[in-house]
DNA sequence: TTGCTCCTCACGTCACGTGAGGTGGC
DNA sequence: TTGCTCCTCACGTCACGTGAGGTGGC
């Protein structure tokens, strides 16, 4: 009672590469500095990954690929998660509602943060794209003018 | 005639540092790359930047920082950019008709490749957005069960 | 002249890449 | 048993950070 049905930690780490697209030294690195364990080991020895250490590897991907964080601070964001999580299934014996609440407002905030910085990054591809498609528009010019013609691949729109 | 009115190169390199938040290291490594060099030198050998350099700076970074670029990469779509902007400019001499509209090719599909990938990047931070709301709401649940109150700081449109 | 900024080495660091040499598991 | 994958060192690399020691310019 209580307790969350285990997933199986089946996955081996040259699968779990191949999936998220990073190798399996940069897996073994993350260990190393503490960001994700695989759930469980073979007999002798070899990684074995579940679904959640998947979600959880795609989550610090994305937070340093896609939002330019070092691996320290998406170390102490993945702390301030975990808290959380200790939090919300931790009835009795739990801290006290002055811890709770402290760590929730921890929470809170880093998903501000990160709300903001979102928005940000999605204004940089904006102008991005804008200063992109104005210089589409003169490499067009260029070619009218030369009398040359350029080929127009169709730009996948997603 | 047909000469473009050169632009001062008095700008210092802590202040280009500065207004683009690198550091001055940064700028003397992409030197050292062939990325971008100051239009210009003191007679004691400090660099001297002009505007157009400062735009060349800020184009790298957003190659590498907002769409995950490593500097050889930019360094090769400088060099197709810079080509362009040389048969652009260059009527008398110029190279073979062949020639140039292999260069202007390159340009329009390295154009066509980059603003694919600024889509996909702004559809996985709207994903990321999508996330970032749903567990703001679930953090809010917590609160409310545990009857705790967080403070929400205004999250900044942009 | 004083103080700040600039210069060039050059070693350190972060996030991995890339073998070396050996053991594991369908 | 064979082949592929995994393991742990450990050195290399890219994009800088960070002084060391010295010269430049308003």
Known sequence: MGSVPKQPADLRIGEVARRLGVSTRTLRYYE?????????????????????????????????????????QIGQMLEAEDRLDVLRTEYRNGPSAKRQAAILQE????????QALVGRKMGQLEGMLAELKAKARRYEEVAAEK???????AVPSR
Chains 1, 2 share one sequence.
């Open 32 to 72: 190393e500095l503490g960001l994700v364990a695989p759930s469980d080991r073979s007999p002798g020895g070899s990684r074995r990954y579940a679904e959640v250490d998947v979600e959880r590897i795609v989550h610090i991907r994305e937070l340093q690929q896609v939002l330019g964080f070092d691996l320290d």
């Open 107 to 114: 929470c809170v905030d880093l998903n501000q943060r990160l």
């Open 147 to 153: 009398g040359l013609d350029v080929h127009h691949t």
